[in-house]
């Protein structure tokens, strides 16, 4: 079961912000990650969450 986060990403090409679902991850540190991609340009966008 993958824990996803929808919501607010800010994409660096298209210099906005932008609505999305991606999967969240746990880096080596713990720090909780989620990872989408732009809906519009396509880039990869990533967002870090707090540990709770």
Same mark, same amino acid.
Do not use: Q, S
């Given at each position: 079961?993958?824990?996803? +986060?929808?919501?607010s990403? +800010?994409?660096?090409?298209?210099?906005?912000?932008r609505? &999305?679902?991606?999967?969240?991850?746990v880096?080596?540190?713990?720090?909780r990650i989620? =990872?989408?991609k732009?809906?519009?340009?396509?880039?990869?966008?990533t967002?870090f969450?707090p =540990? &709770?």
């Open positions: 079961m993958a824990d996803t +986060y929808k919501g990403f +800010y994409c660096v090409k298209c210099k906005d912000h609505d &999305a679902e991606g999967k969240i991850e880096n080596a540190k713990g720090t989620a =990872k989408a732009c809906p519009v340009c396509g880039t990869n966008l967002r969450l =540990k &709770a």
